[in-house]
């Protein structure tokens, strides 16, 4: 072989620049791709830790209740609780500290839940971080035959998700408190009910 055909062989091994090009235009794709996924994946996780926290909320209302049935007045009927423009004052007795009748208490643990409901746990700043998206918390209590603090207890939670829903909440469904929900595609609900009882009707 003559050196000039050497040469010629040479000169073509290793990627030319169009092929370079190619590559990097099908990887970018690629880690587009990527990138999309992990955006979708992060807000189903949102999602998911809303949705657990409203149920925490609930069944932290629910187990207040169920210690202090005696407050059931109090309790029953209860909001629309948390959001900007909603809530309770924070009351004279704090029961944490200090022992409360009924009416006391339940005052004391709606205001600490609507506290909860806003994420006031948690704070950057003065901004609340542990909670719900604009929620809306209520309570409403159903008396059995013949009792006072003894029957049907429902909580309702709502909030707004990051993005719309076929199954929202609408108008004419169940609302908390009377606050029509309209056509907001984004809103959000969780509706838990039990039995509570109290003892001394027994």
């Known amino acids: 072989m003559s050196a000039t055909g050497y040469s010629s062989v040479r000169s073509q091994r290793g990627f030319t620049l169009i092929e370079a090009l190619i590559a990097f235009v099908i990887l970018s794709v690629g880690l587009l791709g990527i990138v999309s996924l992990q955006s979708m994946a992060k807000t189903s996780q949102h999602l998911a ?90 309570i409403e209590f159903s008396a059995a035959t013949g009792k006072t603090n003894t029957g049907q207890l429902r909580v309702i939670i709502q909030w707004r998700g990051l993005n719309k829903s076929s199954d929202a909440v609408q108008s004419g469904e169940t609302t908390c408190g009377g606050l029509d929900a309209g056509t907001d595609e984004f809103r959000r609900q969780v509706v838990t009910n039990t039995y509570v009882v109290d003892e001394e009707e027994l």
């Open 49 to 138: 830790i809303q949705h657990s926290r409203a149920v925490t909320l609930a069944d932290a209302i629910i187990e207040r209740i169920r210690v202090n049935p005696a407050g059931m007045s109090d309790y029953a009927g209860a909001g629309p609780l948390g959001g900007a423009t909603l809530g309770v004052d924070e009351p004279a007795e704090n029961c944490r500290d200090s022992a409360c009748d009924p009416n006391q208490l339940a005052e004391y643990d709606l205001w600490a839940w609507e506290r909860a409901l806003d994420g006031a746990g948690a704070t950057i700043g003065t901004t609340n971080t542990a909670g719900l998206i604009d929620p809306h918390g209520c």
